[in-house]
């Protein structure tokens, strides 16, 4: 896979050129291994059917299922918007896929030093901010109109951080099955001896988060190592710039194209709703207050 550019959101011919199709990422999904929150048996999604009121948990039985509920219960909430199945597609896009194994390969140093037949661990932070631009810098400065909120508006998913974690204190007993599915997984699609880890996918602010495993490919080291960075194109200030490559620089990709995305070909944009943006707009209020008297 090569590519150097990251454009301005209104460059389509761009996106299209690049962008996964929806077909093949709904394709990725149903073949994504996933545990059962019961008894941590790693199996494809398809075979997994998940709990209906918030969508995050998933099991191999009704039983299962059952078992589990008593643990569960707690912080089990009704929900709309469907991060979870945001995040597969996250995993389920060929390119945002690779550009985040380049940030990994970096945040761990594997083009230095490969980790081969041990697992390493990241915690990816994630959020769902307003599509629009004018809307994002409103939520910054906590400004909306009461209409504007009633209605609630377009959302999408966008990278926070992404931090190492330690494998010996966050490595649990279903992630680690969820890592050998996963190397097994990479061996079958010809990635073999390649770095294999987990990236748990948390939103901002929630206790939960979902394990994915990720194969990091030769592809992805090689463009690690070769430090070629990104074109991108600002969309506050004209003209391009040459970005070199850092696990920054990765984010501000996956981040771009995601914003890129207009038609929602990814599936990674959701309503927000007024509860949403209810939130969004105290913690930016709060965050006001603790700056004050910086500027
Ligand atoms: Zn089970
Ligand atoms: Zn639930």
């Known amino acids: ?5 990251a454009v301005h959101p209104e460059n389509k011919p761009y996106f299209r050129a690049i962008a996964t199709p929806t077909k093949e990422i709904r394709a990725g999904r149903s073949n994504m291994s996933i545990s059962c929150s019961q008894c941590t048996t790693a199996s494809e999604r398809a075979n997994l059917q998940r709990c ?49 194994q380049i940030a990994l390969a970096l ?17 990816c932070t994630v959020n769902v901010q307003p599509a629009d631009v004018m809307y994002y810098m409103q939520t910054i400065m906590g400004r909306f109109t009461d209409e504007e909120v009633k209605k609630g508006m377009e959302g999408m998913l966008q990278i926070l951080t992404l931090v190492p974690l330690d494998p010996h204190k966050d490595m649990d007993y279903a992630r680690m099955e969820l890592w050998k ?76 194209h995601i914003r890129s995305d207009k038609k929602n070909q990814l599936r990674l944009r959701t309503h927000l709703s007024k509860e949403d943006i209810d939130k969004m707009r105290g913690a930016s209020e709060s965050g006001e207050k603790n700056n004050e008297g910086v500027s």
């Open 181 to 256: 599915l996963s190397s097994r997984t990479a061996a079958e699609r010809g990635n073999v001896g390649v770095p294999v880890g987990i990236v748990d996918m948390q939103m901002k602010g929630e206790v939960h988060s979902q394990s994915f495993g990720i194969a990091i490919t030769d592809d992805a080291v090689k463009r690690a190592r070769s430090g070629t960075g990104f074109e991108m194109e600002s969309a506050l200030l004209p003209g391009r710039k040459q970005v070199p490559m850092s696990e920054q620089a990765c984010i501000d990709f996956i981040n771009m």
């Open 1 to 5: 896979m090569n590519f150097i550019n």
């Open 107 to 123: 945040a761990f140093k594997l083009h230095e030093k490969p980790i081969i037949g041990t697992p390493f661990i990241a915690r």
């Open 52 to 100: 209906g009121k918030c969508k995050s948990a998933w099991y191999c039985s009704k039983d299962c299922q059952k078992k589990h509920w008593p643990f569960h219960k707690i912080g089990c909430k009704e929900t709309s918007a469907d991060i979870p199945k945001m995040m597969q597609n996250f995993f389920s896009n060929a390119l945002l896929n690779h550009v985040l």
